[in-house]
């Protein structure tokens, strides 16, 4: 998986583009900014947006490829970032330390989605916000027949809502909205998609 993503970010074009999600840009526009930690985060469009937004951000992902784009773009805004590489596991990250927690798209094998989504919860202080953009189900019918459309190739790391009530039972207030929408992120979200958005309070 890290061979694949270092490949896709190696490229000196931003595979999803420098401009964040819009679901997250809404989201954020709602809130005071605060500590926020971006996982799975990539190029680093999302994290640097926040950031621009007087967000403190903290983000990482399993490619020096992804990072090296991310302090780029950062440096391009203006802002800075603490940008780590390396699995949630290696980097140590306390309980109860984030206002935030941001998934945009961050698709994780179906043996351990669960107990990584339980851990990124934890990292939340009491009263801290989730919000998730991610490819539902219904995705596969669209990237099956376009491969611009983008996410996982496999039903089991597409989401459903009844899987992320599970994973993120521990929240309150939890909210889902599913829909078909049109993307157009970088070169590789692009056309007709269906996603799953989730917000949630620990």
Known sequence: MKAFWDERYA????????????????????????????????EGR??????????DVTAFDISEFAKGKADRLAKEKGVGLDYRVGTLDELGFEENS????????????????AEIHQKLVSLLKPGGLVILEAFSKKHIQFNSKNPKAGGPKEVSMLFSQ??????????????FEEKELYLEEGNYHVGQSAVIRLLGKK
Do not use: C, M
């Not at 964040?20 to 971006?38: D, R, V």
């Not at 984030?98 to 989605?113: E, K, Q």
């Open 98 to 113: 984030f206002d935030l927690l941001v998934l945009i798209f961050a698709h994780f094998p179906v043996s351990f989605r």
């Open 11 to 42: 490229a000196v074009e931003y595979a999803y583009g420098k401009e964040a999600n819009l679901f997250l840009q809404a989201e954020l526009s709602e809130l005071s900014p605060g500590k926020a930690l971006f996982a799975a985060e990539g």
């Open 46 to 55: 999302n994290a640097v947006f926040a950031a621009t937004l007087g967000w």
């Open 162 to 175: 009844k899987e992320l009530e599970g994973d993120f039972k521990g929240l309150s207030q939890l909210a």
